[in-house]
C-alpha cells in the first residue's frame, strides 16, 4: 500500500550528486569557458527530452544532465557550437530517446555523443584533465557506490584490470586518470553496464583490458579517446555478460536441486 | 560470500530494516481477544467452489464444518469458534464469498477420533487434515493457493520467522509447544517424498536439529525483510515447479497439527499483531482465525480515518476478515491520494508504462539477492515468461514482491505483472 522512492529520477538524482565533486572540481579548473560549454550541452540535451515529451509523451529525466556533464567534460575541444549540438542530438535522441527515454537505452547517450564526435571530427584536439579534476573520480566513485547507484562489481573490475596491466608493464599510466574519469563519467552507469554481480565484475575488466589494450597497440590515440572506445566496447558486451552470469547462475542451481 | 555471492549477491543479511510503524515490544504480553464476529474466508484471490454444510441460523461447535468443497468433499472448513452462523455469501458458480459467524457463549469443540496410524500413513493423515479443516491453512506453490486433496508436494517448508514489518515474532506463539511442534512436523513428513525445512530465525532457536527430528531439516535464517518469507526461502531451498510443487506451513500451525494429533481437537486460535501508524499502540493478541479485523483494532486507533489491512503494510489488502493464514492487522493512517495533476502534465506524462526499473543497490536488497533481480523485473515487465520462470519465479507469490514494489514505486506493479504470469502458466498448466 505504501510506496517508497527508489524510482528513476531518485537515482539520477543521487548520481549528480555523486558526480558533484567531479563537476565541481573541473568547473574550478575550466572557468567561464567550462561553464558555457556544459550549459550547452545541458540546453541541448534538455531540448530534445522535451522535443520527446511533446511529441511522444516520454517524461524528461534528470539523466539528460548526467549525459550533458559527461559530454561537456570529454568532448572533443574546438569543434564548435554546431557540431557539439549536431553530436549531442545524434547521441542522445538515437543513444537513449528513441529506446523510450532514459532507463531503457542500450548503450549510454553520452558514449555514443563521444565516439561520434570522436569518428566525425578525428582532427579536433581531445581535452586533458590536470590532477585534481582526475582526483574528484574517487569521491565520485566513493559516493556513488555509498548511495548504490554505481555498480560496485563494475569499478572494482575495471580497478583490478588496470592494476594487473601495470603490474604487467604495459605502458598504461598516461591513461590511467582519464581512465577513471571515464569509468565514472560513462562505464559505471547503471543502466548501460551488466545488473548481476559476476556481470559487473566482468564488464569492470572488459573496460579494463580494452583500455590497456588499446593503450599499448593504439600509436597516437590520446587518452580520451582510448577510453571512451573501450566504453564504448565495454557496454555493447553488457548484455552478453549479463547473459553468460545469469546461464552460470541457473547451472549451478540446476545441479543443486536437480531439475531446478 | 564466496562463488555464489559473486553469481546472485546472495548473502543472509541481504535485505531491508522498513520503520513503517512502531511494531510490538518483544516481550509484550498477549491478550486474549476473541472477537465477537468471525468468518470462514478462502484464501485471498481463491474462490474455491463448496457446498454448504450448515445453514443460516444454525448453532455449531469450535472446529464443527460449515463447508466442504464440491471437487473433493473430504476437504472442509470449519467453523474458528462456537457461533452462530449468521449469514452465507456465495459467489456465482457456488463459489465461497464468506460465511459469517457470531460468536456463542460456552459452545463446544469438535473433537475427531485419532487414527493410530495417523502419524505415519499419509492417507490417514490426509484424511484428518482433511476433514479437521487444516488443509486451508496449507499453501502451495507454484500459484499460492490451497492444494488438491492427494497432492503429495516434493518438499514441505515450516516458517518459524517472519521478516515482514509489523509482523509478530512465530516464536511467541511457539512458546512451551516444542513437543507440539516436533510431533506435527514428524506427521509432516509422512505427507512428502522429500525433506522438511523448518525455517527459524538466527539468535531465537524454536528447535535445536536434534528436537527437530532425523529427517527435518532446520534452516537458520538472517533477520531483514524478504529473508523470512517463504517464497525466498522455497526458492532457495527446494524450487517449486509445475509438476513438483513445494508447500508451506506456518510454525504455529505445525505445532496446532501436532496438538491435533494429540488430543484431536484442533487449536482455532493465533497470535496475531495489530499495528500501524494509526494505532496509539501496537497490540499483541491471541484471536480466532477468522477475526474481524474491525474487532482486533477497536478501541486502539488514533482517530481520523484509517485503512485496516489483513496482512503487513507491504502486501495486505483492505478486509472485514483475517484469512485462515494471516497473522497480522497493519491500521494505516488513510492518506487522501495526491491532487490530479492538470490533464496536459497528465497527458504528457503518464503515457511511459511499464516505467523504466535502473538498477540499484536497494533493488537488489529488496529481492534478497535470491535471484538475478533485474534480470527478473526486466523479463517480468516485458512480459517474458519463460525467462522469468527460469529464474524461479514460480517459487514466488505476489507476496515475495510486495517490497520491490514498495522500494521502486513502480507502476504497473511488479506484484500484479508476477500474478499475471502465474495465471498464464497455470491456465497453460492445466489438463
Known amino acids: 500500500m505504501t510506496r517508497g522512492l527508489w524510482d528513476r529520477e531518485t537515482v539520477a538524482l543521487f548520481l549528480i550528486a555523486a558526480l558533484m565533486p567531479l563537476a565541481l572540481a573541473w568547473l574550478w579548473a575550466g572557468g567561464a569557458e567550462a561553464a558555457a560549454r556544459l550549459a550547452a550541452a545541458l540546453v ?44 549531442i542530438s545524434f547521441g542522445t535522441v538515437f543513444g537513449e530517446l528513441v529506446f523510450g527515454g532514459w532507463g531503457r537505452n542500450v548503450v549510454n547517450p553520452a558514449t555514443v555523443t563521444l565516439a561520434f564526435l570522436g569518428f566525425g571530427f578525428p582532427a579536433a584536439p581531445w581535452p586533458d584533465f590536470v590532477p585534481p579534476v582526475a582526483w574528484a573520480a574517487i569521491p565520485a566513485a566513493l559516493i556513488g557506490i555509498g548511495a548504490g547507484v554505481m555498480p560496485f562489481g563494475v569499478i572494482a573490475g575495471s580497478a583490478l584490470a588496470g592494476a594487473v596491466a601495470l603490474a604487467a608493464g604495459l605502458p598504461v599510466a598516461p591513461v590511467v586518470p582519464v581512465g577513471g574519469l571515464v569509468l565514472v563519467l560513462l562505464v559505471a552507469d547503471p543502466v548501460s553496464s551488466p ?25 597516437g590515440a590520446a587518452p580520451v579517446q582510448i577510453c571512451v572506445a573501450a566504453a564504448l566496447l565495454a557496454s555493447l558486451a553488457a548484455p552478453l555478460l549479463d547473459e553468460i552470469a545469469i546461464g552460470l547462475w541457473v547451472m549451478r542451481r540446476r545441479r543443486r536441486h536437480g531439475q531446478g | 560470500m564466496g562463488f555464489q555471492g559473486i553469481l546472485t549477491a546472495a548473502g543472509r543479511r541481504r535485505g531491508l530494516v522498513l520503520a513503517v510503524a512502531a511494531a510490538p515490544s518483544i516481550d509484550a504480553p498477549i491478550v486474549e481477544r476473541l472477537t465477537e464476529e468471525a468468518a470462514v474466508v478462502p484464501l485471498p484471490g481463491a474462490t474455491p467452489r463448496v457446498e454448504i454444510l450448515a445453514a443460516e441460523g444454525e448453532v455449531v461447535a469450535a472446529g464443527a464444518p460449515v463447508a466442504r468443497l464440491r471437487h473433493d468433499p473430504g476437504i472442509r472448513f470449519v467453523a474458528p469458534m462456537a457461533a452462530r452462523v449468521a449469514r452465507v455469501r456465495l459467489l456465482p458458480g457456488h463459489r465461497l464469498g464468506e460465511i459469517v459467524l457470531f460468536r456463542e457463549r460456552g459452545g463446544d469443540a469438535v473433537s475427531l477420533p485419532v487414527p493410530k496410524d495417523a502419524e505415519a500413513e499419509a492417507e490417514t493423515l490426509s484424511t484428518l487434515l482433511h476433514s479437521a479443516g487444516f488443509w486451508p491453512r496449507i499453501r502451495r506453490r507454484p500459484f499460492g493457493a490451497m492444494p488438491l486433496g492427494s ?9 518459524a520467522c517472519d521478516s515482514r514489518p509489523l509482523a509478530p515474532d512465530p516464536v511467541r506463539g511457539l512458546a512451551g509447544r516444542e513437543e507440539a511442534l516436533a510431533r506435527g512436523l514428524g506427521a509432516l513428513k509422512a505427507l512428502t517424498a522429500g525433506p522438511v525445512f523448518l525455517c527459524q530465525a538466527a539468535g531465537a532457536p524454536v528447535l535445536t536439529a536434534r528436537d527437530a527430528g532425523p529427517q527435518v531439516l532446520v534452516v537458520t535464517v538472517g533477520p531483514r525483510h524478504p529473508q523470512g518469507l517463504a517464497g525466498i526461502r522455497v526458492h532457495d531451498l527446494c524450487p517449486a515447479e509445475i509438476d513438483r510443487p513445494v508447500w508451506d506451513v506456518d510454525a504455529e500451525d505445525v505445532a496446532d497439527l501436532g496438538d491435533l494429533l494429540a488430543t484431536g481437537t484442533l487449536p482455532q486460535t493465533r497470535i496475531v499483531s495489530v499495528a500501524g501508524d494509526a494505532m496509539t499502540e501496537p497490540r499483541l493478541l491471541r484471536c480466532q482465525i477468522g477475526a474481524n ?13 484509517h485503512l485496516v489491512l489483513a496482512g503487513s503494510p507491504l502486501d495486505g489488502w483492505p478486509s472485514h476478515w483475517l484469512g485462515p493464514r494471516d497473522r497480522q492487522v497493519s491500521v494505516m493512517v488513510d492518506r487522501p491520494p495526491p491532487a490530479d495533476r492538470h490533464w496536459f502534465l497528465s497527458a504528457l506524462m503518464r503515457t511511459s508504462r511499464p516505467r523504466p526499473l535502473i538498477p540499484s543497490a536497494a533493488l537488489v536488497q529488496a529481492t534478497g539477492g535470491a535471484f538475478p533481480a533485474m534480470a527478473m523485473l526486466r523479463a517480468l515487465a516485458a512480459g517474458d515468461d519463460e525467462t522469468a520462470i527460469r529464474l524461479g519465479a514460480l ?14 514505486g513502480g507502476a504497473p506493479r511488479v506484484t500484479d505483472r508476477l500474478r499475471a504470469l502465474l495465471d498464464r502458466a497455470e491456465a497453460e498448466a492445466a489438463p
Open chain 1, 44 to 87: 541541448i540535451s534538455g531540448g530534445w527530452n522535451l522535443v520527446f515529451m511533446l511529441a511522444r509523451a516520454q517524461p524528461p529525466s534528470l539523466g539528460g544532465a548526467i549525459t550533458a556533464l559527461a559530454v561537456a567534460m570529454l568532448a572533443p575541444e574546438e569543434i564548435g557550437l554546431a557540431r557539439l549540438a549536431l553530436g
Open chain 1, 195 to 219: 545488473t548481476t554481480p559476476l556481470g559487473r565484475w566482468l564488464g569492470g575488466a572488459v573496460y579494463g583490458a580494452l583500455a590497456a589494450l588499446f593503450a599499448a597497440g593504439w600509436g
Open chain 2, 151 to 159: 497432492e503429495r508436494p516434493t518438499a514441505i517448508v515450516v516458517m
Open chain 2, 293 to 305: 479485523t474491525r474487532g482486533l483494532c477497536y478501541g486502539g486507533t488514533r482517530p481520523g480515518s
Open chain 2, 395 to 408: 517459487s514466488l507469490i505476489e507476496e515475495d514482491l510486495a517490497l520491490v514494489d514498495y522500494v521502486i
